[in-house]
């Protein structure tokens, strides 16, 4: 949208989709497989709707989902096939992409990682919230020893 709010790009305004949706249960190797090609899919069905777009942002953890599952079966590498296919997915519809992955760590807890990815497969940016997976850990430590609250 441009200033006066229609959909028309304005000369050097860049047209942002920002994606809202359910969220997966991913517990094995075809969940992920199954929410990586949907969320491709909708990659192509946002350029198709709206042919002006220059970037399509997915919401944290709709790779993944809400899942406190760290089995290292299910996490992502910057090498591996979800990737991969985002940067495919960005190549074909010609537009840039921001997604969220549970990355593979080799020293703990995963990492949540933010990819950019632009029009030609690079992959430009990744933002890491390793602090945040650890904090989260923490808190999940301190649960387990002293009992959830709702079972005291």
């Not at 359910?22 to 069905?45: N, S």
Request: with cysteine; hydrophobic share 40%.
């Amino acid at each position: 949208m441009n200033g006066l709010g229609g959909l028309n790009k304005s000369p050097d305004g860049v047209v942002i989709g920002l994606v809202q949706l359910q969220l997966p249960v991913v517990v094995t190797r075809a969940d992920l497989a199954r929410q990586t090609e949907r969320i491709v899919y909708m990659v192509g069905k946002a350029r198709r709707n709206l042919g002006t777009m220059d970037l399509v942002v997915f919401p944290e953890y709709s790779l993944h989902g809400l899942s406190m599952d760290t089995n290292p079966e299910i996490m992502c590498r910057l090498d591996g096939p979800e990737v991969a296919a985002f940067k495919r997915a960005c190549i074909d519809n010609q537009i840039w992409g921001c997604f969220s992955i549970m990355e593979f760590n080799p020293d703990g807890n995963p990492y949540n990682s933010g990819l950019v990815i632009d029009d030609h497969g690079e992959h430009l940016s990744r933002d890491v919230l390793r602090e945040v997976a650890r904090e989260e850990q923490r808190r999940l430590d301190d649960v387990a020893r002293r009992g959830h609250p709702l079972e005291r």
